[in-house]
């Protein structure tokens, strides 16, 4: 079957889910507005007759469950692959010359993937190496590039998906989001961790119109400007505003939202031994009884999974202001909307 028969006409630009910042306001309530439908009544036929690739390209337990689940209830088949252990190893670079491990090019997959599958699913974390080569995105790109099928992304250094997800917990606790004052806030982990959640809460909190405030150590743990940008560009459009902080009590006080996530400083990365002693410095940026008496009973989430008593205690974890497990529920019911629009093309 010829490649483009795949898409609606051979005119229509195939529409993808790899970041947010390609989707409108009101597109992103619709979404949330079909993720609570889905909530109500979750089966269907939106997915009937067809099929999903996941490709995991890193460890999953919330992400593969939810989709797999969610392709079930929507009454299609989910084919789960993991390249380099159950699937040939992939090669992304343009013009290589494959003598090394990887077996087949990206160019390759995504086309024959797309003769087999309605939609094709990518979860693959950056390298932590060189920043400048892990925010090119090269895999979710590549796949969407040579995919004749949308694409999603499964997390890469954004993870969408757990921002809707983000998103849809935070209304159901607090009704309109309009100039609730959020706390995005770093806390310590024992190792370097991935951007992509603290980037996509910086875009959807501003993207739905809250005031929002970057807590972190220094300046050196502030998000890469392609998202500090993003987010400046959201609160305008949006009626929020976006702000740095590095005072831990100035950024919760009066806050309605406190979420959580560690994540390396983007000078240092690839240089673990030069950041460690500066993030050994700030393990008090933990998410405690006291900071959170701070706010104004606001609520705690975080995108798991999470140590306890390293990014927050027991005690806020316990709490009924702790939201994190109704936000993991919720990617399900969000995934399942995405799956539907981006299937509803053909």
Same mark, same amino acid.
């Given at each position: 079957?010829?490649?483009?028969?795949?898409?609606?006409n051979?005119?229509m630009?195939?529409?993808?889910?790899i970041?947010?910042q390609d989707?409108?306001r009101?597109? +992103?309530?619709?979404?949330l507005?079909?993720a609570?439908?889905?909530k109500?009544?979750?089966?269907g036929?939106?997915?009937a007759?067809?099929?999903?690739?996941l490709?995991?390209?890193?460890?999953s337990?919330r992400?593969r469950t939810?989709?797999?689940?969610g392709?079930f209830q929507l009454?299609?088949h989910?084919?789960v692959?993991s390249?380099? @252990?159950?699937?040939?190893?992939?090669?992304?670079e343009?013009?290589t010359?494959m003598d090394?491990d990887?077996?087949e090019?990206?160019a390759?997959v995504?086309r024959?993937?797309?003769?087999y599958v309605?939609?094709?699913a990518?979860?693959?974390?950056? @390298?932590?190496?060189?920043w400048a080569?892990?925010?090119?995105?090269?895999v979710?790109?590549?796949?969407a590039?040579y995919?004749?099928?949308?694409v999603i992304n499964?997390?890469t +250094?954004?993870?969408?998906?757990?921002?809707?997800?983000?998103?849809?917990a935070?209304?159901?606790?607090?009704?309109?989001?309009q100039?609730?004052?959020y706390?995005?806030?770093?806390?310590?982990h024992? @190792?370097p961790?991935?951007?992509?959640v603290a980037?996509s809460?910086?875009?959807?909190?501003t993207k739905m119109?809250?005031?929002?405030?970057?807590?972190c150590?220094?300046p050196?743990?502030?998000?890469?400007?392609?998202?500090?940008?993003?987010?400046?560009?959201?609160?305008?459009?949006n009626g929020?505003?976006?702000?740095?902080?590095?005072?831990?009590?100035?950024?919760?006080?009066?806050a309605?939202v406190?979420?959580?996530?560690?994540?390396?400083?983007?000078?240092?990365?690839?240089?673990?031994e030069?950041?460690?002693? +500066?993030r050994?410095a700030?393990?008090h940026?933990?998410?405690?009884?006291? @900071?959170?008496a701070l706010?104004?009973?606001?609520?705690?989430?975080?995108?798991?999974?999470?140590r306890?008593?390293?990014?927050?205690t027991d005690?806020v974890?316990?709490?009924?202001?702790c939201?994190?497990?109704?936000?993991?529920?919720?990617?399900?019911?969000v995934?399942k909307?995405?799956?539907?629009l981006?299937a509803?093309?053909?």
């Open positions: 079957m010829p490649e483009t028969v795949k898409k609606a051979d005119t630009t195939l529409r993808h889910f970041t947010t989707y409108s009101a597109e +992103i309530d619709a979404l507005e079909q609570v439908a889905f109500r009544s979750p089966a036929a939106q997915l007759g067809k099929s999903v690739a490709l995991f390209f890193n460890p337990m992400t939810s989709f797999e689940l392709t009454g299609g989910a084919v692959l390249p380099g @252990k159950d699937a040939w190893p992939i090669e992304f343009v013009g010359v090394g990887t077996e090019h990206v390759e995504a024959v993937l797309s003769r309605d939609l094709i990518v979860r693959a974390f950056p @390298k932590f190496q060189d080569v892990d925010r090119q995105d090269t979710i790109k590549s796949f590039k995919a004749t099928v949308p499964m997390e +250094i954004t993870h969408p998906c757990q921002e809707l997800a983000h998103a849809l935070m209304k159901e606790h607090l009704g309109s989001l100039n609730k004052k706390v995005l806030t770093w806390t310590y024992p @190792k961790l991935n951007t992509a980037n809460a910086l875009l959807i909190a119109g809250m005031d929002v405030t970057l807590l150590p220094t050196d743990y502030v998000l890469d400007e392609r998202y500090m940008a993003f987010g400046r560009l959201n609160a305008e459009q929020g505003s976006l702000k740095v902080s590095h005072d831990i009590e100035e950024a919760y006080s009066g309605h406190v979420y959580a996530k560690s994540w390396g400083a983007l000078p240092y990365f690839g240089k673990w030069q950041e460690k002693p +500066i050994d700030h393990k940026f933990i998410v405690d009884e006291a @900071k959170m706010t104004d009973h606001g609520l705690f989430s975080h995108c798991l999974p999470l306890r008593n390293i990014k927050a005690a974890m316990d709490s009924p202001a939201i994190a497990i109704d936000e993991a529920e919720n990617r399900l019911h995934q909307a995405v799956m539907a981006l509803g093309q053909g």
